[in-house]
């Protein structure tokens, strides 16, 4: 479904084209195909074939986590920028393979966390950097959908059997799949994000799910940080989803400074801001995206075509961060105790 929505973003944007799509398995891009439009002269089985003929600038990746670094260090060589959507990888290691080969190559790598556009977490971060809540102590994170094969590309409904899931990469253990893999990594590199680039010391965590799966659905974890605690959870599973409606407990985050608040649930008009002028709180309306950063697509060509950095949890480094810490909720889940952060 991410493919699906990363190609109408390319489609919709003016300076950007779709030239070429490719998978080995022809009904992986059919429902592209045919939402979007695409020309059979763009269809593709091998990716050698598709770059050497369409010569493109930019690389979208969406394959199995655990083949990230695989398929970065295949495509690297051919001198194009990678666009790699969520997670950034299926280990550190794998996160190192990537930075590695891009660099090699002189190109850029940008990791696309869907949530980076959400206008309150995006204002939520601006309200932070200007000071307004003081330096950031604790981040608090519930996030999730109803889980990932109840939707599409451009997010049409579905109901899948329990004989989908047991097919699905999503919920095989070798393919990196799982609730935590999917969505703590969007906790914690978007909380690195508002706590300025800080690393946790230790991480603890708690993960289970429907018996009979390979991998978790729901998973609660606790980083400590030199100045105080922050939880991230995880749900596959929610009641809705947040996109249509919020669920309960909300999707978001809840951001705690020295100086005060912030409620920054997903997809919400105004985030809630608590201060010691206003302990009794006020919403404050979002900022709206700019046209040319409104998405990761077109936040990658403005960075392209203006020289600029690829900054925040896009951005290697602090997207290296976030893939530390879920290593090490990974690890202490499975040896059901706390665990130093993982460096490498």
Same mark, same amino acid.
């Given at each position: ?19 070429? !799509? ?88 940008? !990791? ?15 309200? #932070? @950097? ?93 980083? @400590? ?104 909720? #990974? ?14």
């Amino acid at each position: 479904m991410h493919m699906g929505d990363l190609l109408r973003n390319v489609q919709e944007h003016p300076r950007a084209e779709i030239v070429g !799509i490719c998978d080995e398995r022809r009904e992986s891009m059919d429902a592209a195909i045919k939402a979007l439009s695409i020309d059979e002269g763009k269809v593709f089985a091998d990716y050698r074939d598709c770059i050497e003929k369409t010569k493109p600038d930019i690389v979208i990746l969406c394959p199995p986590t655990a083949e990230h670094a695989l398929w970065v260090e295949r495509v690297a060589p051919f001198g194009v920028h990678v666009f790699v959507e969520k997670p950034f990888a299926a280990s550190t290691a794998d996160a190192d393979r990537m930075i590695a080969a891009v660099a090699r190559a002189g190109t850029r790598l940008l !990791i696309n966390w869907p949530l980076r556009w959400v206008e309150s977490h995006v204002t939520t971060h601006r309200v #932070i @950097r200007e000071g307004l809540i003081g330096e950031v102590v604790e981040v608090h994170y519930y996030d999730g959908n109803r889980g990932p094969l109840y939707h599409g590309a451009d997010k049409i409904e579905l109901a899948p059997t329990p004989e989908q899931k047991r097919q699905s990469w999503w919920y095989k253990q070798a393919a990196g799949g799982g609730s935590l893999r999917d969505y703590l990594g969007y906790g914690v590199t978007l909380g690195t994000w508002f706590n300025g680039g800080k690393k946790p010391v230790e991480v603890t965590t708690v993960a289970g799910g429907t018996p009979g799966l390979e991998v978790d659905e729901h998973s609660i974890t606790v980083a @400590r940080y030199a100045d105080g605690l922050s939880k991230f959870e995880t749900r596959w599973g929610t009641f809705t989803d947040p996109w249509t409606h919020q669920p309960q407990p909300k999707c978001g985050f809840v951001v705690r400074g020295t100086k005060g608040t912030i409620g920054s649930y997903d997809y919400a008009p105004t985030i809630r801001i608590q201060t010691a002028a206003k302990p009794e709180g006020y919403d404050l309306p979002v900022d709206p995206l700019p046209a040319e950063a409104c998405n990761g697509i077109a936040y990658l060509i403005q960075c392209l075509e203006n020289d600029l950095p690829i900054e925040g949890p896009l951005s290697p480094a602090i997207a290296r961060i976030g893939q530390q810490i879920v290593d090490t909720a #990974i690890l202490s889940a499975e040896r059901k105790a706390t665990q130093l952060l993982v460096e490498g």
